[in-house]
């Protein structure tokens, strides 16, 4: 059964930290692939962190490579994006995400959570 259900999300003021969580069916933590995307009101979505489980590898994006960090926790099947020093624009709906093309391309996640909401004031 396909599962995703982040938590976390909250208001924070500028150079704050947020911990998102990403609570997912083991059937689908076993994916080939695991993200957090993002999207901010009148934007496209973005991928924020893909990971890679055949090479137990994230890939950060670069806008937020050096204050978000992926990890997991993989006896209770959960994901976690952690963000530092937070910024205005990185508010929005946070997405976890899976996939389980070969390729952990940012446009073959097929499964898909809820979202949780992050605001960011300044």
């Known amino acids: 059964q396909v599962q995703l259900v982040e938590s976390g999300g909250g208001s924070v003021q500028a150079g704050g930290s947020l911990r998102l969580s990403c609570a997912a069916s083991?059937?689908?933590?076993?994916?080939?692939?695991m993200g957090w995307f993002r999207q901010a009101p009148g934007k496209e979505r973005e991928w924020v962190a893909i990971?890679?489980?055949?090479?137990?590898?994230?890939d950060i994006g670069f806008f937020v490579k050096d204050r978000f960090t992926f990890s997991q926790d993989e006896e209770k099947n959960i994901l976690f994006l952690h963000m530092n020093t937070l910024k205005p624009e990185d508010a929005g709906m946070y997405y976890c995400?899976?996939?389980?093309?070969?390729?952990?391309?940012?446009?073959?996640?097929?499964?898909w959570g809820h979202g949780t909401q992050v605001t960011v004031s300044s």
């Open positions: 083991a059937y689908t933590f076993s994916s080939a692939c």
């Open positions: 995400a899976a996939s389980d093309h070969g390729y952990c391309d940012a446009t073959k996640f097929k499964y």
């Open positions: 990971y890679w489980r055949l090479f137990r590898k994230a």
